[in-house]
């Protein structure tokens, strides 16, 4: 399986964006997919997870609110929709999917299967 994130880019304050994380391989609705971000000089965390189905998402705290994640299983694509964003959101986001996992499991980090490459987010104060 092959992750692909883009859409990351240079943004100010108060702006948005949109991240989209194209798969390839076997069946994207096995997978638990979600979204974790590093920024300069820290360790990567966890950001949003849906579930397979797209029923049950969760976030990290200072995101929610402010970053919905979605799915389309018909495209095998999946999205991280960030709005009101500050200059803490800046890093590197990665998607992140766990076969046959649920939203914690894939929060955890302990279980994913697969990551992107990554895309980088820069929030301007």
């Known amino acids: 399986v092959q992750l692909q994130a ?19 391989g076997r069946t994207f609705s096995n997978y638990a997919m979600g979204w974790f971000r590093q920024a300069p000089g820290q360790e ?3 950001v949003a997870a849906i579930s397979r189905s ?4 969760y976030y990290l705290g200072s995101v929610k609110g ?11 694509t999946v999205y991280l929709k960030m709005t009101s964003l500050k200059p803490e959101d800046t890093g590197v ?3 992140a999917a766990d076969w046959m996992g649920s939203t914690s499991s894939l929060a955890s980090a302990n279980d994913i299967d697969y990551w992107g490459k990554g895309t980088l ?5």
């Open 66 to 76: 402010r970053f919905t994640i979605s799915r389309d299983n018909a495209k095998n």
């Open 44 to 46: 990567r965390e966890f």
């Open 121 to 125: 987010v820069t929030v301007s104060s």
């Open 54 to 57: 797209g029923g049950t998402t």
């Open 93 to 95: 986001y990665y998607c």
């Open 6 to 24: 883009s859409g990351g880019g240079l943004v100010q304050a108060g702006g948005s964006l949109r991240l989209s994380c194209a798969t390839s």
